[in-house]
T-cell receptor, first 113, second 113 residues
């Protein structure tokens, strides 16, 4: 059963702590993306990667970091430098081009207390 | 110029009615316009997409209308059903944005029986 897995679904952290969100895909897709979703602001791109060991900043990369050591994995770290980290985080992947369907994971809701 | 403006922010429709969501863009390089549907607590999923060489695309009860000269496109949901209640995102893409999609801010649709 192909798809994208994000874990955990809900995550609580204390202010000042770094936290890593997991994203795994078994679709054999080259490109992977991280989005942040806030009410009324749509989907904002944090980071994306088109190939293993390479990634680019999106529109709101400050306070976040990523790695792409394996094709199927693209973890996102929310650092303590992120001013307002509480949000719904979505991971997506595509076969590689902008006209390919983006397949999204179920999301992780991060709450920083 | 990279923005996609989406309206309305929320929409309430009676069962059986027509739901219409509008999007506008500035960048004439955009050449791919998908719509994504997101149910609460889930990741978005591709609903329907259009390229600018056609003015309309229909899939079941869902139709995209595209007006190239006005730089606008819209989603029409005919015979709206309570199961259509979701958030809808328009998006736009071009090879010039390195395989990224630019998403609108989303429209929350509620269909009442």
């Amino acid at each position: 059963d192909g798809g994208i897995t994000q874990s955990p679904k809900y995550l609580f952290r204390k202010e000042g702590q770094n936290v890593t969100l997991s994203c795994e895909q078994n679709l054999n897709h080259d490109a992977m993306y991280w989005y942040r979703q806030d009410p009324g602001q749509g989907l904002r791109l944090i980071y994306y990667s088109q190939i293993v060991n390479d990634f680019q900043k999106g529109d709101i990369a400050e306070g976040y970091s990523v790695s792409r050591e394996k094709k199927e994995s693209f973890p996102l770290t929310v650092t303590s430098a992120q001013k307002n980290p509480t949000a719904f985080y979505l991971c997506a992947s595509t076969a590689g081009t902008y006209t390919d369907t983006q397949y999204f994971g179920p999301g992780t809701r991060l709450t920083v207390l | 110029q990279q923005q996609v403006k989406q309206s309305p922010q929320s929409l309430i429709v009676q069962k059986g009615g027509i739901s219409i969501i509008n999007c506008a863009y500035e960048n004439t390089a955009f050449d791919y316009f998908p719509w994504y549907q997101q149910f609460p607590g889930k990741g978005p999923a591709l609903l329907i997409a259009i390229r600018p060489d056609v003015s309309e695309k229909k899939e079941g009860r869902f139709t995209i209308s595209f007006n190239k000269s006005a730089k606008q496109f819209s989603l029409h949901i005919m015979d709206s059903q309570p199961g259509d209640s979701a958030t809808y995102f328009c998006a736009a893409g071009t090879k010039l944005t390195t395989d990224k999609l630019i998403f609108g801010t989303g429209t929350r649709l509620q269909v009442f029986p």
